[in-house]
């Protein structure tokens, strides 16, 4: 699962030289106290290297991430921006706080962006689309991607979940203009807190490197203090001490996929001849993260009866249904103002994902295991969905 597992002497030895050369945790600066090392700005090259985009911005979180690329493509207040009714709180937080209105259309059988309705959802204030990969998965990109070009409206890839995911022979997240990344404590790869953007628009990297550091144009001709400026801006910069163990954990990324891959095959394996059974949809070219196994039950009631043996038994699952209320727009009644809806009008307009949703069960990858137990524990995942048939 989450680069978390695999957090250890590495990141600590990098901890340990960051403050062995001068200690300065700051990303800008400090030239003669640093030992010439500034680690927020390579791992950015690093980063952008792995996915093959020619720009990477460090900043302070994946939320972070959504809300300055937002702010790179132009969208204001009393603009709207499409995503997905089942994301993280976060996708719907960094629209509405610019002020513009999140417009959630329903997913499909991938639990993602269900392109028929993105299209129906698109008006004239539409200036954005916002699909979310969630759980390892990507959305079926080529549609989507087809619909914002014939309306010529930009994409912000929520890659925030996928990390390690591809899409036909690239990286997932690197089709869009622009891609949001998230490494907090329960994803790929990990700082504690902090988050990406990456693109291959200079013009949208020089907009979000320019916002995440209080409007700062990084002028070589000139000393920090005297930079130009052309925007205002905010403080969301990540620093030097998130990024000397991001970098660690961006080596150890290669070795996360692979395994997720393969404890992900052994559990699917074991599942994949019970009859009744589903799993989730997976876009033709998607090679998945494989950190989620979700498989999807015949009605809510054998879903809850299923979720109720696994906790018996210690299986947990993860966001689904475990942390729903984060996950799923039918809850967010707290953003009803912001959405110009009623609790009652979203949830019927979510209806059709939470027939989906109440439906499936999302189970957890996990990387440190042994094959011997992991194949004990999807035998014994086997055994417990059986007797719900």
Known sequence: MPGYELIGKEERNAVNELFDDGGILFAHGFDSMRNNRYHVREFEEQF???LGVKYAQAVSSGTAALKISLIALGIKRGDEVITQAFTFVATAEAILDIGAKPVFVNINETLNMDPDELENAITEKTKAIIPVH????????????????????????DACESLGAEWGNEKLGTQSDISA????AGKTIIAGEG???????RELYMLAREYHDHGHMGNEKLPRGRDTHRIHGFNYRMTEIQAVIAKVQLKKLDY???QNRENYSILESALSEINGL???KIPNQCKPLCDTLIIQLGSKNITKKLVERFAAEGIGTKNVPDAIEWHFAKYWDHMCDGLGLTHDELVTQLKPSNEIIERCVALPIMVKVSDDAMNKKAASIASLIKTVF
């Open 195 to 201: 988050g990406m953007i990456t693109t291959n628009d």
């Open 48 to 50: 952008a290297d792995y």
């Open 134 to 157: 969630m759980l390892g998965v990507a959305t079926e990109q080529d549609k989507i991607h087809a619909i914002a070009k014939k309306h010529n409206l930009p994409v912000l890839d």
């Open 181 to 184: 990344w998230s490494f907090d």
């Open 278 to 280: 589903k799993f989730r």
């Open 256 to 258: 996360i996929v692979k």
